[in-house]
């Protein structure tokens, strides 16, 4: 077992709790009261962690508090000798406007790894592509929608109409969506959420052959983890929406910013795990608040091992 492997319960137990305050904030509408709950119930977790860790890449940097910051220093070990390091990518609360609005999707998520081996970035976007085992080897960010289509349809032998795509609901995607639509197959939209949309497309029984478009980095840099650990493909590149924001990725990536990265470039080693566990009914099932315990539902996707272990897990209320 690997050092990430070994902390995997705590990484449950980080999700687990984020998942847990904002669920309590489910239909309430207010979406920066239940991402603070979910923020604040992970960093407790993690001061509890024997370990030296730090944020990656997450949803802001250091003025962006109450958030889990970029570079932010986590865990009970930190500049401690002989401490496991880790480096994590973070969203400990994804979907926040579907939490607020009690709509399906909402989850609690990361992936962790040894330092230095998770892409560290701001806070931006990343244009992905992301497919299961049977369409690894086919499919590139670089050869467009109609050329992956195509792709599908010779690995899947299917109609175009019998592809199933799934992308983020947004006018950026205008052009994508037409070009989608003009090959006949089916465009599937998720209001927020591609980590779960990027999961779905790799496994087998999921409801959709492929994720496309643009959506968050760090979101990014964590499917590519779990799609790791799924022997699927996922690819992405960083898209910038200011100078300002371009200038910080050359100052943090020092690589060429146009660069096409694979899922073993965001995530660079198999001592890796993916962790996630629901808020809202969804991709995994939401937290059930009873009136003497609460109980969640989470997922771990062990990279190295290329397991998934789905728990069902109680907690005093």
């Known amino acids: 077992m690997g050092i990430t492997t070994d902390l995997s319960q705590h990484f449950i137990e980080a999700v687990d709790q984020a998942a847990i305050a904002s669920a309590a904030w489910r239909g309430k509408g207010d979406k920066n009261a239940a991402d603070d709950a979910a923020v604040e119930a992970m960093r407790r977790t993690f001061d509890q962690v024997p370990f030296d860790g730090r944020v990656a890449i997450g949803e802001g940097e250091r003025d962006d508090a109450p958030m889990l910051f970029i570079g932010e220093e986590l865990g009970s070990m930190v500049g ?7 480096d994590i ?28 081996t998770l892409l560290h970035a701001p806070d931006c976007y990343m244009d992905k592509i992301a497919a299961g085992p049977l369409l690894a080897d086919h499919l590139s960010l670089e050869g467009g929608a109609s050329y992956n289509i195509e792709q599908a349809m010779h690995v899947l032998d ?18 994508l969506f037409k070009e989608i639509r003009q090959t006949g197959a089916q465009l599937h939209l998720l209001g927020d959420g591609d980590v779960s949309g990027a999961i779905w497309a790799a496994k087998d029984d999921g409801p959709f052959d492929m994720l496309m478009g643009i959506g968050a980095a760090p979101e990014g840099v964590i499917s590519a983890t779990a799609l790791r650990g799924l022997n699927g493909i996922f690819e992405g590149r960083l898209v910038f929406r200011s100078a300002e924001e371009e200038a910080r990725a050359q100052r943090m990536v020092d690589d060429d910013l146009t660069r096409l ?31 003497d315990h609460v109980v969640t539902f989470n ?3 062990d990279v190295s091992a290329k397991t998934v272990q789905r728990n069902e897990r109680r907690h005093p209320a």
């Open 80 to 86: 401690m000798a002989g401490a496991p390091k880790i």
């Open 158 to 175: 299917c109609q175009a109409e019998d592809v199933r795509i799934v992308a983020l609901d947004r006018e950026r995607h205008a052009s």
């Open 261 to 291: 990265w694979k899922a073993s470039d965001l995530c660079q080693s198999e001592d890796a795990i993916f962790a996630a566990s629901g808020v809202c009914d969804g991709y995994l099932p939401g937290v059930k608040i009873e009136a």
């Open 299 to 301: 997922e771990l996707i």
């Open 89 to 116: 990518a973070v969203d400990p609360l994804e979907c926040t406007n579907n939490c607020a609005d009690n709509q399906p999707n909402s989850i609690a998520v990361l992936a962790a790894a040894p330092r230095g």
